[in-house]
Structure formats: C-alpha cells, structure tokens
C-alpha cells in the first residue's frame, strides 16, 4: 500500500460500511482538457449529459461495493501487482445505443493494458470479489444519455503515455451524479 492510502481513512462509505470502487486509469489534467477540446465535439447539441472533466478515466476492474476487510485486499493485492508503462492511443470515438453512452478507445490495446487487467483479476479473485466475465473493452466515457450517434466526427489522435493506476471509489453528488476519489495510485515500471 503507498502512503496516500495508508494516510486517508476508509470512512467514506455508504450507512453499510461499504465503498462503490474501482480500479483505472486517470489522465493528468492536460490530457482531460485535450479530450474535452477534442475538435467536433464541443460543437455538437444533443450531446446528453457530459462527463464532468474530472470524472474522465478508463476503468481497469470494477470491484463494487466492497467492506473495508476486502478493501484491504483489493489494495494489497493491486500494490502487489507489477506492471509496465505504455503508450495508449486514443482514435476511435463511438457510441453504445442501449445504454447511451458516446465514448473514446483506442483502437490498439496495448499487451501491457490486457496484462495488467488480467493481473489485477487474477488477485481479486482472491479476495473474494465477483469479476465482470464479459471482454475487456477499455474506453472513456464522454456523455450519458446520447440520443443517437453524432454525425461522423473525425478526432486527432490522443496519445497517453500511461504510468499508474489507481484505486478509486464513486461518491454520490447532488444533483444525481458521482464524483469520483482517489484512494491510493501505484506506478507502472
């Protein structure tokens, strides 16, 4: 466990005593900004709702709602997990119609992004968590609640040189939202 999340309580739970988290990538404030500015995007109108700038990650694992024992596993266990650094190229916007959702992925998953999710999942597993069995298909989503696809937007390619991962849980917001905390980070070789 690193110190950051040696430091910060695990008080921030539901009445139950239980945390909505999960692991992902979180790009610095520079990339946000340059996801957000994507050209063509800020010029669509139905756009649904936006994901707040701060909110913008790919997800690794979702965990759940998990008590504070098996927080403690899932933060030994992902500390325990030894991955390298990669390079992420964003190109590829899309959108899912059933839940409403427009997107950015790559369209190359690197072998280090598949490594490390399998990693990840191979220890949770033992910390009594239940995995999502579904493919792995690593994205950021952009907006909630998409009407229907934008007209054909073409995007620069984004590219994210990829150095952590980190522990995250999902709080309530008012207003119906999620604001998303940092509760530990641990870097990639």
């Not at 695990?10 to 945390?19: M, N, P, Q, R, V």
């Not at 072998?111 to 690593?138: H, Q, W």
Request: proline share 8%; charged share 25%.
């Amino acid at each position: 466990m690193n110190d950051a999340a040696a430091a910060r309580p695990a008080e921030t739970g539901d009445s139950k005593g239980t945390e909505r988290l999960f692991i992902a990538l979180c790009p610095d404030d520079n990339l946000r900004q340059g996801i957000v500015d994507l050209t063509g995007l800020q010029h669509i109108t139905d756009f649904g709702r936006r994901i707040p700038i701060d909110n913008i990650h790919i997800t690794v694992v979702f965990l759940g709602q998990l008590d504070k024992p098996a927080r403690a596993c899932i933060e030994q266990a992902a500390g325990d997990v030894r991955g390298k650094s990669f390079e992420l190229i964003l190109d590829r916007l899309g959108y899912w119609s059933r839940p409403q959702i427009l997107w950015l992925a790559p369209s190359h998953i690197p072998p280090e992004l598949n490594s490390l999710c399998e990693a990840m999942k191979a220890r949770f597993i033992k910390c009594g968590v239940t995995l999502d069995k579904r493919p792995y298909k690593p994205h950021l989503t952009l907006a909630r609640k998409v009407k229907k696809p934008p007209p054909g937007i073409k995007i620069e390619p984004l590219s994210w040189h990829v150095k952590q991962y980190s522990l995250m849980e999902s709080l309530p917001s008012p207003g119906g939202g999620v604001n998303y905390q940092e509760l530990a980070c641990w870097q990639l070789d």
